[in-house]
T-cell receptor, first 113, second 117 residues
Framework: KNQVEQSPQSLIILEGKNCTLQ??????????LRWYKQDTGRGPVSLTI?????NTKSNGRYTATLDADTKQSSLHITASQLSDSASYIC????????????FGTGTRLLVSP | NAGVTQTPKFQVLKTGQSMTLQCAQD?????MYWYRQDPGMGLRLIYY???????DKGEVPNGYNVSRLNKREFSLRLESAAPSQTSVYFC????????????????FGEGSRLTVL
């Protein structure tokens, strides 16, 4: 079954600290993996995309990794800010004719002052 | 830069009532989608429209209907609302649904929170 599992479900960290969110998937055939950030009461917004050949990609304080062999991805947030408080959703796209997306349930991050 | 606009943002219905959620995008995208988001579950696809003039069922289409009014607008209708349809509904759009140069990014609206009593 095609699934995306994220951990932890929720996380509280102090402002300025780093954290890492995990995404494990069993989706096949794999096309790419995308991380979205969803602020409370808003729609998800894409942070970064990882393709099969990419291991690491940075977007400011966000760094995503992908291990296609173990089917794992992580999102590392450096020097967290209050504005990082949000849900982070991992989405895997299947390599099929139609855009089949498999969504994780998200990790809810709270950055505390 | 409005992007994807959904209306209404909040709605309370009684069981059996009907309503339509409206969605419009100004990015000249070909494809549009309706998702629902429930606590503890990933976003689930209700219906999508790959291009103007076409609509197809997603994972959870029962109890819903859609209309692709034109390239910009895609509406979701609940004919007889049920408490199980209490959810946050997101409209999204993308340039297309497939192809080598399309990476699968979706552009979401801000959501419509629906409560069915």
């Amino acid at each position: 079954k095609n699934q995306v599992e994220q951990s932890p479900q929720s996380l509280i960290i102090l402002e300025g600290k780093n954290c890492t969110l995990q995404c494990n998937y069993t989706v096949s055939p794999f096309s790419n993996l995308r991380w979205y950030k969803q602020d409370t009461g808003r729609g998800p917004v894409s942070l970064t995309i990882m393709t099969f050949s990419e291991n690491t990609k940075s977007n400011g304080r966000y760094t995503a990794t992908l291990d296609a062999d173990t089917k794992q991805s992580s999102l590392h947030i450096t020097a967290s800010q209050l504005s990082d408080s949000a849900s982070y959703i991992c989405v895997v796209r299947m390599n099929t004719g139609f855009q089949k997306l498999v969504f994780g349930t998200g990790t809810r991050l709270l950055v505390s002052p | 830069n409005a992007g994807v606009t959904q209306t209404p943002k909040f709605q309370v219905l009684k069981t059996g009532q009907s309503m339509t959620l409206q969605c419009a995008q100004d990015m000249n995208h070909n494809s549009m989608y309706w998702y629902r988001q429930d606590p503890g579950m990933g976003l689930r696809l209700i219906y999508y429209s790959a291009s103007e003039g076409t609509t197809d069922k997603g994972e959870v289409p029962n109890g819903y209907n859609v209309s692709r009014l034109n390239k910009r607008e895609f509406s979701l209708r609940l004919e007889s609302a049920a408490p199980s349809q209490t959810s946050v509904y997101f409209c999204a759009s993308s340039p297309r649904t497939s192809g080598s140069f399309y990476t699968g990014e979706l552009f979401f609206g801000e959501g419509s929170r629906l409560t069915v009593l």
